[in-house]
Nanobody
Framework: QVQLVESGGGLVQAGDSLRLSCAAS????????MGWFRQAPGKEREFVAG????????NYADSVKGRFTISRDNANNMVYLQMNSLKPEDTAVYYC?????????????????WGQGTQVTVSS
């Protein structure tokens, strides 16, 4: 089993940057694909970014391409989401997920473990 804890959220202004962290504990962290999802009030949870177990493959939602970067540090059981040029529409609760399944990174149903979420608020 894997436990995930997100951190790094907060209140920032449009155009600012923020880095989210996901700390993982439990077994076989390095063998799991990881992803970031977000959910805004009144909306469904949506895919943001994903990364394969090795870090060789990444995938991003069109809305964040060129602005967000997902990375991982398996030696320290950490996953990061660097968010640049933040926009008010990025405001949401961001969740870190983990999966051992062979599936597209954008498929939220494939993720078995989730963190508690961290709030990101971008003001105009």
């Amino acid at each position: 089993q894997v436990q995930l804890v997100e951190s790094g959220g907060g209140l920032v202004q449009a155009g600012d940057s923020l880095r989210l962290s996901c700390a993982a504990s439990g077994r076989t962290f390095s063998s799991r694909a990881m992803g970031w999802f977000r959910q805004a009030p009144g909306k469904e949870r949506e895919f943001v970014a994903g990364i394969s177990w090795s870090g060789a493959t990444t995938n991003y939602a069109d809305s964040v391409k060129g602005r967000f970067t997902i990375s991982r540090d398996n030696a320290n059981n950490m996953v990061y989401l660097q968010m640049n040029s933040l926009k008010p529409e990025d405001t949401a609760v961001y969740y870190c997920g983990a999966t051992n399944r062979i599936a597209p990174l954008w498929n939220g149903n494939a993720y078995d473990y989730w963190g508690q979420g961290t709030q990101v608020t971008v003001s105009s």
